[in-house]
Nanobody, 124 residues
Framework: QVQLVDSGGGLVQAGGSLRLSCAASERTFSNYAMGWFRQAPGKERELVVAISRSGGYTYYADSVKGRFTISRDNAKNTVYLQMNSLKPEDTAVYYC?????????????????WGQGTQVTVSS
């Protein structure tokens, strides 16, 4: 069982930045591809970014390309999401997720473990 703890959310003005962190309890963290999803009120949870086990492959949703960066530190069992140039439409609860299968995961069903979520609010 992998436990994931999301942190780093908060309230920021449009154009600002935040860095989310997701710490995993699993010592074999490098065996898991990771993703960040978000869910805005009244909307479905959507994949924002994903990163492979080694960090060599990444995926970005079109809505965040050029603004968000996912990275991981396998020595610290932690994945990060650097969010720059934030927009009000980025407001959501952000969840990190771990996938034990091979390759990147692109849907919720591809992931086995989830963090508790961290609220990101971007004011205009």
């Amino acid at each position: 069982q992998v436990q994931l703890v999301d942190s780093g959310g908060g309230l920021v003005q449009a154009g600002g930045s935040l860095r989310l962190s997701c710490a995993a309890s699993e010592r074999t963290f490098s065996n898991y591809a990771m993703g960040w999803f978000r869910q805005a009120p009244g909307k479905e949870r959507e994949l924002v970014v994903a990163i492979s086990r080694s960090g060599g492959y990444t995926y970005y949703a079109d809505s965040v390309k050029g603004r968000f960066t996912i990275s991981r530190d396998n020595a610290k069992n932690t994945v990060y999401l650097q969010m720059n140039s934030l927009k009000p439409e980025d407001t959501a609860v952000y969840y990190c997720a771990a996938r034990s299968g091979y390759g990147l995961g692109f849907s919720q069903g591809n992931y086995d473990y989830w963090g508790q979520g961290t609220q990101v609010t971007v004011s205009s």
